[in-house]
């Protein structure tokens, strides 16, 4: 069983597109975050969600919107995509308030490439 | 605040020892250690918690100087396994988690 999968693992697209990515754990955790990764293979985290509820929102255009349905569910919907965007992006799970202080479990990342 | 890491990069030959350092311009309340093998997603090491803690895990340990504000990975008689970005992640007090820029490692047989 997967602990935290994201879909889809791969995602090609053309500037200006609109495109969302999936993530789901099941873990049980209450705390669901956004990573992007770039070419230099910074870890910069976007969001995170306690229990539903915004807890981190980094500087981040507001052309990414994430959405929480339930705490198992973290999906991120990006609008007007941009070279700039290309990156992998790793949705992740913990048991903590929000702000990063326990272990993280990854999911196997969304390599998006705006073309 | 980012912390900083250094080696930036490291090459061993297998069995050979490697040390990873980690450090916060700002008071530290935790460090948390991460590997990240190419084309995957980062593996939770350990955490350390308090001052002066000490973990392992297998033959990768690291130790926690809160004085200092910095933290570091040992890894010992390494394998081809070990090879990877390290990456060091820092909660201070009253800021959000962040990581380090990573260290890449590689094992060479």
């Known amino acids: 069983d997967t602990a935290v999968s994201q879909t889809p693992k791969y995602l090609v697209t053309q500037m200006g597109n609109d495109k969302s990515i999936k993530c789901e754990q099941n873990l049980g955790h209450d705390t669901m975050y956004w990573y992007k990764q770039d070419s230099k293979k910074f870890l910069k985290i976007m969001f995170s969600?306690?229990?539903?509820?915004?807890?981190i929102n980094e500087t981040v255009p507001n052309r990414f919107s994430p959405k929480s349905p339930d705490k198992a569910h973290l999906n991120l919907h990006i609008n007007s995509l941009e070279l700039g965007d290309s990156a992998v992006y790793f949705c992740?799970?913990?048991?903590?308030?929000?702000?990063?202080?326990?272990?993280?479990?990854f999911g196997q990342g969304t390599r998006l490439t705006v073309v | 605040q980012q912390p900083v890491q250094s080696p930036q990069a490291v090459i061993l030959r297998e069995g050979e020892d490697a040390v990873i350092n980690c450090s916060s311009s700002k008071a530290l309340y935790s460090v948390h250690w991460y590997r990240q093998k190419h084309g995957e997603a980062p593996v939770f090491l350990m955490i350390l918690l308090k001052g002066g803690e000490q973990k392992g895990h297998e033959k990768i340990s690291a130790s926690f100087n809160e004085k200092k504000q910095q933290s570091s990975l040992y890894l010992t008689a390494s394998q081809l396994s070990y090879s990877g970005t390290y990456f060091c992640?820092?909660?201070?007090?009253?800021?959000?988690?962040?990581f380090g820029p990573g260290t890449r490692l590689s094992v060479l047989p």
């Open positions: 992640g820092t909660l201070n007090y009253g800021q959000n988690f962040v």
């Open positions: 969600y306690n229990n539903k509820e915004l807890i």
């Open positions: 992740a799970s913990s048991q903590d308030q929000g702000t990063g202080g326990t272990e993280a479990f």
